[in-house]
């Protein structure tokens, strides 16, 4: 499965690396903002980005500081992209020996030292011009990030680069999905926050209204507990039915008698032996509780969509497949451009939650597919039109990924979500350990 990823918002400010400039060639303004991002390059009005005059190789690196504040209330994974526009000199130019390494802080993202490897200044040109452009990092909501560049002329690059420069633009932006995707699973249910799926709870069969616990190797002498709190079960039976058969046998001999007028002259008369059988059956009773509390069906995990498209989309007719069974959304609820949804049995399991009200409510009437499972599961997402626009998995269900890969399953009472809403690259990478889960934002 193939999913879009692509830049949804771009910022764009000129810069240049350059040999040497005229100082009015570019009259960027010293902050700018487009959507949640405002971006400050600590330069004054009208001065490019890099000044740089008489350059020569193994001269002191150029570094130059970028501040980037998300203004927004979900996480943004922010990047940048260089493009080409300008330069002095033919082949080969000045970007295919300039070092480029793009540091988050201390913590070198491009370049020497990054996952990437070393980059020169023509390889950023390359790699951002990918549809995600160069990623950088995450920054949370109301958060800064402070990315420095640095650029260093090698010592032993020669003189096949006299008299030569480059320019070109600086683009920031953040990195979203352009359909809507699975954001923030809650599975491992705790007790503050409601109950787990009833097979998560131990419900060996679930026919209905009726439960039915099995004990199984019972023998002789033996004794068996079953606890089963009330509000987990409306109706509690107990049937006993128990058969004893005793069997009694009696010999005995009544020999040794005296006989007074018998026939034959014998003194003794053997009766024999005396064999008794006695089979007695006791029938127990039956028993019922009722006056429960939460029905023995009620399940508060819950599944958060996020749409970082430009537009609403309606939900209705979607599905959420797990392991073992399909929803379907009947209702026709609106998830807004850039909002939330969130998904669950009904309206009860919000009782424990402070969510965010903005987010919109889609009660099924129905758990998630046949429960979400708590070892492991999976979760496929599909639009009206049975088309599956995303997946995830965790624990022991590896399919969420490509490749397969493992979404550690979280301790009790958290919950799974994507490191950045809408972020979306089919690994497990994308998935981080959320505590306190966030329904909703």
């Known amino acids: 499965m193939k999913r879009l990823i692509r830049i949804l918002l771009i910022l764009i400010i000129l810069g240049a690396i350059v040999k040497f400039v005229a100082p009015d060639l570019f009259r960027p303004s010293t902050i700018r903002a487009f959507g949640d991002l405002t971006v400050n390059f ?23 500081n ?18 080409r526009t300008g330069g002095i000199g033919a082949d080969p130019k000045l970007e295919t020996v300039l070092d480029l390494v793009i540091k988050d802080g201390a913590t070198p993202v491009y370049g020497t030292g990054s996952p990437t490897g070393p980059k020169t200044v023509k390889d950023f040109f390359t790699d951002s011009g990918a549809t995600n452009g160069a990623q950088l990092s995450i920054i949370n909501p109301g958060a800064d990030k402070t990315y420095n560049f640095k650029v260093t002329f090698p010592g032993p690059s020669g003189n096949d680069f006299q008299a030569k420069s480059v320019i070109f633009d600086l683009t920031f932006g953040v990195v979203t999905g352009d359909n809507v995707v699975i954001n923030e699973v809650y599975y491992l249910v705790d007790s503050a926050h409601g109950l787990d799926s009833p097979k998560d709870r131990g419900v060996v069969s679930n026919n209905g209204s009726n439960i039915t616990i099995n004990i199984l190797g019972n023998g002789a002498g033996s004794t068996n507990i079953v606890k089963v709190k009330q509000k987990d079960i409306c109706s509690i039976l107990q049937s006993n039915t128990t058969i004893v058969q005793n069997t009694i046998i009696s010999n005995s001999n009544t020999g040794g008698n005296s006989s007074n007028n018998n026939t034959g002259g014998s003194n003794n008369i053997n009766t024999g032996s005396i064999n008794t059988t006695t089979i007695a059956t006791v029938s127990g009773s039956t028993n019922s509780a009722s006056g429960c509390g939460k029905k023995l069906g009620q399940n508060d995990e ?19 497949t797990d392991n073992g069974a399909t929803t379907i959304i009947h209702p026709n609820k609106i998830i807004k451009a850039g909002g939330f949804a969130l998904i669950s049995k009904d309206h009860s399991t919000w009782n424990f939650w402070n969510e965010d009200p903005s987010a919109i409510k889609v009660e099924l009437g129905s758990q998630i597919g046949d429960g979400l499972d708590n ?34 399953v ?13 972020f979306d690259t089919n690994a497990a990478s994308d998935w981080i350990d959320r505590n306190p889960s966030t329904p909703g934002n």
Request: net charge negative; hydrophobic share 35%; no cysteine.
């Open 302 to 320: 819950w599944v958060e969509l996020y749409n970082p498209t430009d537009h609403d989309i309606s939900l209705k007719n979607w599905t959420l």
């Open 42 to 64: 600590h330069v004054g009005p009208g001065l490019p980005i890099f000044t740089v005059t008489n350059m020569a190789p193994g001269d002191p690196p150029q570094n130059r």
């Open 410 to 422: 979280v301790p009790l009472g958290h919950s799974t979500e994507r490191s950045a809403p809408g």
């Open 375 to 408: 070892a492991g599961d999976h979760l496929i997402l599909k639009n009206n039109s049975g088309t599956e626009v995303d997946r995830m998995s965790w624990g022991t269900d590896t399919s969420g990924f490509i490749p397969p890969a493992v979404n550690p």
């Open 66 to 83: 970028v501040d980037v504040h998300n203004g927004g209330t979900v996480s943004r994974l922010v990047s940048v992209k260089g493009i």
